[in-house]
């Protein structure tokens, strides 16, 4: 099995190289609109409208740990306790009780091994709710700015976005998985997921946790990052752009006229350092994370579409749990 993903992945580099030469000669027509940039809508929304997303798409998380705080067994809080003084002590030999073990475990992990049932049922629940809070923001922009086109939308076109995704696909991913493994040889990767999976290998924990990382993951962080933020940092960065309409979003028909034209670069990899530092505890991977967003930025900048943006995000994650999958069952399937 490892020489069929060795071979995969071999076919995915040269894909990419080849992609890449015809791309830096100017001859892939896929990309040749959004190295252009395609006529685009400005986003109306402001850092009001930003504050209010956050609020919506980080509630219902905390409702869904308020559940768990209410429902899991009285012994699945100690994952997430302060070890006592004499714990400290006898594990660390330090009298005072002070000084903190180390954990060789994560919380969740530890979590996950006392209450299985419903630590699973928790990571249903937190999916559920981080589409429920993306939906309550898209809901918030539509009802003050209803412009599908700005909201990522135009989807007459999903099939040649979907098209443009996968060689997306193709011209990111495998630098990005090269520099990961080169990363990975010094500095250990750490992803709370890929770790839950790999010491509990039991199907209802990867058919929730794939759901999380394959479906969910894209939609939502694709709307947060790429739509909203990077959106609204293009229409903050155009020229002559009025301060009210940055804070509160009242940008007029007149100023959009005035100020048409390609968006800047450094919103896309501004919102690339954001999107990097939203996965700042999985190891080293945030720094080949930036070049995947930052791939993915300049195909939103280039079409104001999002889909691209979901399928190349989508196919990064299958990529991933396909490797993990065949790093649990590859040695029964030879």
């Known amino acids: 099995m490892t020489q069929v993903v060795n071979g995969l992945f071999v076919g995915m580099l040269f894909a990419s190289l080849a992609l890449w030469t015809q791309f830096l000669r100017g001859r892939l027509p896929t990309l ?32 869904a740990q308020g559940w768990a705080l209410r429902e899991l067994p009285i012994e699945a809080f ?7 003084p004499a714990e400290v002590a006898a594990q660390t030999g330090d009298a005072s009780g002070t000084r903190p073990p180390a954990r060789d475990k994560s919380p969740e992990l530890t979590l996950a091994q006392r209450a299985p049932g419903a630590f699973v049922s928790l990571l ?4 559920a709710a981080l589409l429920a809070g993306t939906g309550l923001g898209i809901a918030w922009v539509w009802s003050r700015h209803r412009d599908p086109l700005a909201l990522g939308g135009d989807w007459s076109r999903w099939r040649s976005d979907v098209w443009l995704g996968m060689v997306g696909f193709l011209m990111v991913a495998p630098p990005v998985l090269l520099m990961q493994f080169a990363l990975t040889q010094f500095f250990p990767s750490k992803h709370p997921l890929i770790e839950l999976v790999l010491a509990k290998p039991e199907a209802r ?12 993951a894209p939609l939502t962080e694709e709307f947060q990052f790429r739509v909203l933020i990077q959106g ?11 301060s009210e309409s940055w804070l509160v979003g009242l940008a007029t028909p007149e100023w959009e006229r005035q100020s048409a034209g390609p968006p800047r670069h ?6 690339a350092a954001l999107f990097a530092l939203a996965h700042a ?19 939103y900048r280039g079409t104001s579409r999002v889909l691209p943006g979901v399928v190349v995000h989508f196919l990064l994650n299958l990529w991933t749990l396909f490797l993990l999958l065949v790093k649990i069952y590859g040695s029964s399937l030879t």
Do not use: K, Y
Not at 205 to 216: D, E, I, N, T, Y
């Open 32 to 63: 040749s609109a959004v190295r252009q940039c395609e006529p685009q809508t400005v986003a109306r929304w402001s850092l009001f409208d930003l504050i209010v997303v956050l609020v919506f798409v980080f509630f219902p998380q905390m409702l």
């Open 78 to 84: 100690e994952a997430f306790e302060s070890p006592r």
């Open 124 to 127: 249903w629940l937190r999916s």
């Open 205 to 216: 924990f990867l058919w929730a946790s794939g759901v999380a990382a394959v479906l969910v």
């Open 232 to 242: 609204w940092l293009q229409t903050a960065a155009r020229p002559g752009m009025p």
């Open 266 to 271: 450094w919103p896309a990899i501004a919102t």
């Open 281 to 299: 505890n999985h190891g080293p991977d945030p720094i080949p994370l930036f070049f995947f967003a930052w791939g993915i930025g300049w195909l």
